[in-house]
């Protein structure tokens, strides 16, 4: 069946450091990929998508790209800031219009 | 704008009682689903409602989980004779459309359960 695999454990770095969230996938057909996002003391929500092969997706700084042969929507953000210390989660759509989480990973940002 | 509003934000219960927890969607959304999440798991599915066509129901654990909602806006999730691993924090979420494609799901901030 359809699943995201993302990296274990949580991320910490410094401000202004370059963060990498791995996310790989395992689906049939062709999903579309989201990264939510959930910031302390709030609900999930929406950071990025790609709906096909190649598409990137941005917002707030950050950047993840669609990548088919490698299975890949990895999330970066070139300089984090301690506001975007939370929990992020990679998600892919399937054809029976439900959304297939992985994991999460926190990230914490240390001045 | 008002989001999805879920009650009880927390919820302690002994094992073997049963509970109802109750999510507001945002005014509009067709599409409404529960989701769990447990500590250091992901986010699983439970259940999908989308306008007046029959839920999808796949993602319900047992037969001791329920959901309903009614008039095509608020809906219950109902677990009876809770156990300890019922514990978890769960989601609701409403969608304006009928793809995750376009419409993006929004999220309450769940109701946390404690079977003790």
Redesign the interface.
């Known amino acids: 069946g359809n699943s995201?695999t993302q990296m274990e454990g949580p991320v910490t770095l410094s401000e202004e450091a370059f963060l990498t969230i791995n996310c790989t996938y395992t689906a049939t057909g062709y999903p579309?990929l989201?990264w939510?996002v959930q910031y302390p003391?709030?609900?999930?929500?929406?950071l990025l998508?790609a709906?096909k092969a190649d598409d990137k997706g941005s917002n707030k700084g950050f950047e993840a790209t669609y990548r088919k042969e490698t299975t890949s929507f990895h999330l970066e953000k070139g300089s984090v800031q301690v506001s975007d210390s939370a929990v992020y989660?990679c998600?892919l759509?399937d054809g029976?219009?439900?959304?297939?989480?992985?994991?999460?990973n926190q990230v914490v940002v240390i001045p | 704008g008002a989001g999805v509003s879920q009650s009880p934000s927390n919820k302690v219960t002994e094992k073997g009682k049963d509970v109802e927890l109750r999510c507001d969607p945002i005014s509009g959304h067709t599409a409404l689903y529960w989701y769990r999440q447990s500590l250091g798991q992901g986010l699983e599915f439970l259940i999908y409602f989308q306008g007046n066509s029959a839920p999808d129901k796949s993602g319900l654990p047992s037969d001791r989980f329920s959901a309903e909602r009614t008039g095509g806006s608020v809906s219950t999730l109902t677990i009876q004779r809770t156990q300890q691993e019922d514990s978890a924090v769960y989601l609701c979420a409403s969608s304006v459309g009928t793809s995750l494609r376009s419409s993006p799901l929004h999220f309450g901030n769940g109701t946390r359960l404690t079977v003790t």
């Not at chain 1, 003391?41 to 929406?46: F, P």
């Not at chain 1, 029976?96 to 999460?104: C, E, I, P, S, V």
């Open positions: 995201v579309s989201f939510y003391g709030e609900g999930l929500q929406l998508k709906t989660f998600a759509s029976n219009n439900r959304l297939a989480f992985g994991k999460g």
